[in-house]
């Protein structure tokens, strides 16, 4: 039953939510580009919270990390759910600090777009890659294996 449902969703899977997916991958491409260009600013921003502190360059290393990596294999539709695990923490992170003062976190974004791209980061964890992708291409053409003698 559950084959013949996913089989279902995988023939009557709109084309504008693969596009979607590859809007979401950019926006976070964008988004790590600019964490780049202010990663002191978002360490600092990093070790304003007590319990961060110990850890902020770190933390803001692999922000920009998950960003990146993540936006690239989104966009491409590779490992998409690997992708959007990476960056659930750093998003559910955001929120938290959405509402300090530094410029960050105010130049582009809001709370609201926090959380669309939180949402969209959680369905795409269910709904997966889509037709669209190289996951979907992979596994619809295997590799031909060599004749081996």
Request: glycine letters at 6%; aromatic letters at 10%.
């Amino acid at each position: 039953m559950l084959q013949r449902i996913d089989r279902w969703g995988q023939s009557h899977h709109p084309r504008w939510i693969d596009a979607f997916r590859m809007l979401l991958g950019l926006l976070l491409i964008a988004k790590g580009i600019q964490f780049i260009g202010n990663i002191d600013q978002l360490n600092a921003t990093i070790r304003q919270n007590p319990f961060f502190s110990v850890m902020s360059m770190w933390l803001a290393h692999y922000i920009v990390f998950a960003h990146l990596c993540g936006g690239i294999l989104i966009t491409m539709g590779l490992l998409t759910r690997v992708a959007v695990l990476a960056n659930i923490p750093v998003l559910l992170g955001a929120l938290i600090f959405i509402q300090s003062a530094t410029p960050l976190f105010n130049v582009h974004t809001d709370l609201w777009l926090t959380l669309v791209v939180l949402a969209a980061l959680l369905f795409f964890m269910v709904e997966g890659s889509g037709p669209i992708s190289v996951d979907h291409y992979m596994a619809t053409h295997p590799e031909k294996k060599a004749d081996t003698v």
